[in-house]
């Protein structure tokens, strides 16, 4: 585990170090989630959209393979 550091302005913003960008893999204009659980925050950055998100958690696959192994799942039923 890496402990990385910021400190809150009086505006309330935080900058991201840079090495914690690189970490991250985020860049300007990048959105990022917050996901609270009591007084812990884990911060992800957020897909660049719904189809790269549902790719990452098939492991990468394109749409069309992902359809074909759904359709292929529900006949084994």
Sequence with gaps: ???LESTLTSK???TFPK???????VDVGDRLAFLV??????????PKSN??????LA???????IIEELRQSRQEW
């Design 1 to 3: 585990m890496k402990i």
């Design 12 to 14: 309330f913003q935080l």
């Design 19 to 25: 090495r914690l960008r690189a970490l991250l893999g």
């Design 37 to 46: 659980e009591g007084k812990q925050v884990l911060v992800v950055p957020k």
């Design 51 to 56: 189809l790269a998100a549902i790719q990452a």
């Design 59 to 65: 492991g990468g696959k394109s749409f069309p393979k």
